[in-house]
């Protein structure tokens, strides 16, 4: 078995374990919808994974009583990994996840941020930066271990911001002109 590294601890999981009909169609698909909107891990069909804190065993526990609502059986276990490499290993698939996403916020900040810079349409940028703005906060949820990625990406979006917000106010002051 591992041996613990210094300052590592196991962390405790939440599984949930479902089973719907076949039929209709859209109740699995709310289920996976919310899952994937929790940011959770599916371990396979049917077992997802979160870390336990209330708000996840808040969001669990609701989604146990409408998957029985729907006719179907859902269990909500709590776990703990058997060695501190499997605890390791579930840390890292969450946070590949994540930072994944913060890549593509990044890549999208730095597109606008080019967009602006060479003057685009200014709604449609700040209508392309509150889409951006809304992913990031998303993703911040899901960030469930705080990813090196977070902070990048929030610095890329705040200087897109600025570059977007300077030149819709520079052509607001050209049409005042």
Known sequence: ???????????????????????????????????????????????AALPDDAVTREHLEWLQLRVREAGGEATLWEALPNTVAENRSLVEEFRALREAAYRELIDSAGKLKRKAAIGAGGTVLLEELARIERDFRTERRRDYFRSPLRKVADAAIREARRVVKEGAGLAVREDAG
């Open 1 to 47: 078995m591992d041996a613990p590294v210094e300052g590592e601890h196991k962390i405790r999981w939440l599984i949930l374990i479902y089973h719907l009909p076949r039929e209709p169609s859209r109740h699995r698909v709310a289920v996976w919808r919310k899952l994937k909107a929790l940011g959770a891990l599916y371990l396979q069909d049917g077992a």
